[in-house]
């Protein structure tokens, strides 16, 4: 019965981790996009909303075009923040504040567009644990403006006019490596894993040092039930940014499919450690890891109590404190 609990809040979204979400019922929003320093849309980068003592509302991923939104944002003063962990990027943050007047008796709606242009660190091209990397290829020019009007389409949330402009730029130049990439993340946001798969596999032939590509195909090769090349995809990830929370957490669990149970527990201990001890699906399935596999009682009690901490009402807390204490128990008896 316990295996079977802890088995239904596996983690099935791997691009995802779960967080609190914004207070409020307002009908306010934060809005924006984020570009690197060329005016590109930066994709799969988390952004955070904070509150005037600076504790984290929310946190989510921008879109495939560089995009994130907040809904429902009650009125006050706030601070949009860009997180920019194992990548060549300088964090940036934005002040944002919300009139808590409304007109007429009505709660107050504002739309508040706040986009991010951030610079390079100083040091990037020193540190090694840059994702992006410096990939020149001689594009013909109509494929370039294929391309140019690929991404304008994704900014403007035209996913299907985008996908159609970079599959008409590859048809110019097959190996145009940024809408190989593009189309693989695309296809990957809209769940068409054998494309996206397609897509990132000929991306990586063409620029082996490419991160993004090479965690896009990890995610693809996952989702259809390719085990061994799904971790070989994961692993060449993480050779290139062992600072990505995300590609750590997804080695260890895809070292736990494989039942090699020692190394997963060294990459879900380096995303907790990465991730400083706040996201509460690397708790989760570390307390998978040590209950069922390691039968390491208490640190899986240890870890179900963080899971709680980060997530205080999450539907099955009774459930969990339950487990927790069986977990005691049995470490007490061991």
């Not at 007429?104 to 610079?119: C, V």
């Not at 870890?303 to 927790?324: T, Y």
Request: proline share 2%; with cysteine.
């Amino acid at each position: 019965m316990k295996k079977r609990l802890l088995s239904v809040f596996v983690f099935k979204g791997i691009f995802l981790l779960l967080f609190l979400n914004v207070q409020g019922q307002s009908n306010n929003t934060i809005s924006g996009h984020v570009f690197n320093s060329e005016r590109q849309p930066v994709s799969e980068i988390y952004v955070e909303l904070l509150n005037e003592v600076n504790s984290v509302i929310v946190r989510k991923k921008t879109s495939s075009g560089g995009r994130y939104m907040f809904n429902g944002v009650s009125g006050g003063n706030f601070t949009v923040r860009v997180l920019t962990y194992g990548t060549e990027l300088e964090e940036q943050t934005a002040e944002v504040n919300i009139s808590t007047d409304g007109i007429a008796g009505r709660a107050p709606s504002e739309n508040i567009q706040q986009d991010f242009y951030l610079r390079r660190r100083r040091n990037a091209d020193n540190s090694p644990n840059v994702t992006a990397v410096v990939f020149v290829q001689d594009i013909p020019a109509e494929s370039k403006k294929l391309y140019a009007k690929a991404i304008d389409s994704f900014i403007e949330n035209k996913s299907t006019d985008g996908v159609n402009f970079l599959e008409q730029a590859l048809k110019i130049f097959p190996d145009y490596y940024l809408a190989l990439e593009r189309l693989g993340q695309e296809y990957g946001a809209q769940e068409k894993w054998e494309a996206s798969y397609n897509f990132f596999k000929k991306a990586v032939a063409i620029n082996e040092r490419s991160f993004s590509c090479w965690y896009g195909l990890s995610i693809a090769t996952s989702q259809l039930q390719k085990s061994d090349e799904a971790l070989t995809a994961v692993q060449k990830a993480v050779a290139i940014n062992s600072s990505s929370i995300e590609a750590q957490f997804l080695l260890g669990t895809s070292l736990r499919k494989m039942q090699k149970f020692e190394d997963a527990e060294k990459s879900l201990q380096e995303a907790n450690k990465l991730a400083k001890g706040k996201f509460a699906d690397i708790h989760w399935n570390l307390a998978l890891l040590y209950a069922h596999n390691l039968k390491k009682y208490a640190k899986a009690a240890d870890h179900l109590e963080q899971f709680l901490k980060i997530k205080p009402n999450d539907a099955q807390s009774e459930n969990v404190k339950k487990l927790i204490k069986q977990f005691r128990d049995k470490a007490a008896g061991n």
